[in-house]
């Protein structure tokens, strides 16, 4: 019997208080607050008292790197999928940026299989959109969908698809699924050798510039591509004011676009390179203030869909080097909800409401995760399957990096004091974190 919980006091979606009871994988009740007991009937029940926690549905992220198959150094999906969980998630898109690659339906199922066995979150394997991400043949979409891993996102995330016919190709291919090409954009010409954002602080510093109309290209040419087929399109990562304004232009003109902004991306700045740091070389390159404003304002209308983290984890050897031969990438799962409350709620910028819409139910339909027993991005409401966050708002912590539950060291916010908490978490009425801190899956017990 698995155990019920009773929620008292807490605040949906920050909205009036309710309690809640979560029982065999459901929200069986909602009823006003101080009202709901547990049922005489069950032995198994742990009351939480909530008063003062905001419930969210709990978080999908459709951009994580998990490393397993290939880095199991950097991180392995038991290590990520457990990082999910405290930061809130209750599932994961994996991207395809392995060793091998997951470019076959053998790879994503292995991937699919080994997120379940960790039990953490619901783990999606995002699909290559060509042979070992080299940019040249189309992999095996149709055969990845039809998996039982059930891919509908496909990216070579990592490289970007800069053959304009490749790219036509997996638009159409996609289309067959319900799927969509989640582009990585970057024009690999005008990035040669770049190591953070072309502009005042690179010239100074003599860093080779990465600018930002490689990134504001490659959009443009894919949503005219978009339009062209008619097909679905997703923007990775985007980072630039120019970005935001080609999303906004083709949203405007009926293209089926959706983009998504990183936690990183909404508060961080190029001038963080100064002290030639690798904690913060990341792809796309971290921007300048007017870029964090123009991407905090395109969230804040809907011209950005989502926020995903793009958790890249890193071994201490690819990022404790200098600066020009340190990977790209930072960690995120465990932060990214409280770099969105600090940038967007506590600025009143945006509601709880907004953030479970761009943090749950909108990836979860751009994913089309939201179907069947996999169901994410709920609302909180009876019948719905339980899974939740609850998250102390008024909390404040200072980052810890060796306290942390991924396997890489390399969070860009080591030292920082950022606001709230992540309570607990609940996958399909199973408590994966509770008091704040994991709650080990049979899985971990048995191993
Ligand atoms: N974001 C990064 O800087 N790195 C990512 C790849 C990617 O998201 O492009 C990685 O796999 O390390
Ligand atoms: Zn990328
Ligand atoms: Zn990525």
Redo the contacts with the bound molecule.
């Keep these: 019997m698995s155990t019920t919980y009773l929620v008292t006091g807490v605040a949906p979606l920050g909205g009036e208080q309710v309690d809640l009871l979560l029982q065999d994988g459901v929200i069986a009740q909602v009823a006003p607050a101080g009202t709901l007991t547990a049922p005489d009937d069950v032995t198994d029940v742990v009351t939480i008292d909530a008063a003062g926690l905001v419930a969210l549905p709990g978080l999908v992220d459709l951009?994580t790197?998990l490393r397993e198959p290939g880095r199991e150094d950097a991180e392995t999906i038991a290590s990520g999928t457990r990082a999910a969980a405290v930061g809130g998630f209750t599932a994961v898109h994996a991207?395809a940026?392995t060793t091998p690659v997951a470019d076959t339906a053998g790879v994503v199922e292995q991937v699919w299989r080994l997120g379940r066995d960790a039990g953490w979150v619901d783990v999606h394997p995002v699909g290559a959109v060509s042979v070992g991400l080299a940019g040249e043949q189309l992999a095996e979409l149709g055969a990845m969908a039809d998996s039982a891993a059930q891919v509908r996102v496909f990216s070579d995330?990592?490289k970007c698809v800069h053959d304009p016919i490749l790219m036509r190709r997996a638009l159409e291919y996609v289309k067959a699924f319900d799927g969509v090409v989640a582009q990585?954009a970057q024009e690999p010409r005008l990035t040669e050798g770049a190591q953070m954002n072309e502009g005042v602080v690179s010239a100074e510093i003599g860093l080779a510039g990465w600018p930002a109309v490689a990134e504001e290209a490659i959009i443009a040419r894919d949503v005219l591509l978009a339009e062209h087929v008619g097909s679905r399109l997703h923007v990775?990562?985007l980072s630039t004011a120019g970005s935001v304004e080609i999303v906004r232009w083709a949203k405007g003109r009926g293209i089926d676009v959706t983009a998504e902004v990183t936690p990183h991306h909404l508060i961080l700045t190029d001038e963080l390179a100064r002290d030639y740091d690798p904690t913060f070389k990341?792809?796309p390159p971290l921007r300048t203030a007017a870029d964090v404003e123009a991407v905090r304002a395109g969230l804040a209308d809907g011209t950005i869909d989502i926020v995903a983290t793009?958790h890249?984890p890193?071994t201490r050897e690819d990022k404790d080097c200098e600066w020009a031969a340190a990977?790209?990438?930072?960690t995120g799962l465990e932060t990214a909800l409280s770099v969105v409350q600090q940038t967007m709620v506590d600025t009143g910028r945006m509601s709880w409401a907004d953030v479970a819409r761009v943090m749950s139910s909108a990836p979860a339909r751009i994913g089309r995760v939201d179907v069947g027993p996999q169901a994410q991005g709920r609302p909180i409401a009876e019948g719905e399957p339980a899974n939740l966050v609850l998250v102390d708002p008024a909390a404040t912590r200072v980052v810890d990096g060796a306290q942390q539950a991924t396997a890489s060291g390399n969070t860009p916010f080591r030292g920082r004091e950022l606001p709230g908490r992540v309570v607990a978490t609940f996958l399909r009425g199973r408590a994966t974190v509770l008091d704040g801190a994991t709650v080990e899956t049979a899985a971990e017990v048995t191993a």
């Excluded at 990977?327 to 930072?330: E, R």
């Design positions: 951009h790197h991207m940026n995330d990592g990585h990775c990562h990341v792809n793009d890249a890193h990977a790209f990438g930072m």
